[in-house]
């Protein structure tokens, strides 16, 4: 199925074609059980995903049935909690990576070293804001692992930087708290699990490829772990919350599974 770029201003309805979506009921469910995406998914946010449009009974069976096939990939990628994620040879990285936000390229934001601060909120007991300077004098881990979008693409990249592990407890942060969430300085948020967090294929980014990251793909400071889908590891980060309560995020909250990982 051909890949077609979405509009900027395209938002998924919140209420899904019911009908279109009811004939392919079985298809849904079968996507649904394997975890990527809810039954409630609007026929928007399919259309996101495959790049069709589903206007129709039969392009939403098709865009459906390309989810499903795209699904099983993913499945062995990612979703094996017995095993850690796989990771790859250097000589398999591609380079440039490639990129992704729910805009273009073009409006990307750069953000200011200058004035980049990272802050904190919630059950951290240390919330004094992070310089970059002191973002980079933390030690580094590299993990090459493979990016997958519910777009339906993937990539190995190479992203070293900060062990969130390392990182949550060196501010104290509650470890034992349930949701870690990540604020772009996009607007954009996506939240994660604890445990997840705390994963030993789970960073800080700041390189791609061993060089500083291109501000298209979140300079200075981005989330980078293994056992997620692309759209769990925010960009640009300029917040992280610890908390209890559920955060949800920007594609959960539109009928994108909350969990989407291991
Ligand atoms: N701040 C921010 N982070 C984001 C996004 C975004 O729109 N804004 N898009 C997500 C999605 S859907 C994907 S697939 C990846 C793309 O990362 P890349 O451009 O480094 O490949 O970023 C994720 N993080
Ligand atoms: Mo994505």
Redesign the pocket.
Known sequence: MPFAKTPSAFRPPDVPDRRLLSENRRLVREIDRRGVLRGAVSLGALSLLTGCDVSNGESVQSALRAISGFNDRVQAWLFDPNKPAPTYRPDQVLKP???????PIQQVKPVDPATYQLEFAGLVSDKRPWTLDRIRAFPEQEIIVR?????GWD?I?QWSGLNLRDFLTSVGADLTAKYVAFH?????M?SIDMASALHPQTILATK?AGETLPD???FPL??RTAVK?????????RAIEVTNTYPGG??SDKGFNWFSGI
């Open positions: 990576p490639r990129f992704n936000a729910y805009y990016h997958i979008c519910i777009e990539y990249g772009g300085n996009d607007d954009y996506e791609y298209p793909y979140g981005r989330l889908l692309g759209f769990k590891n925010p960009k640009w980060i920007y594609w």
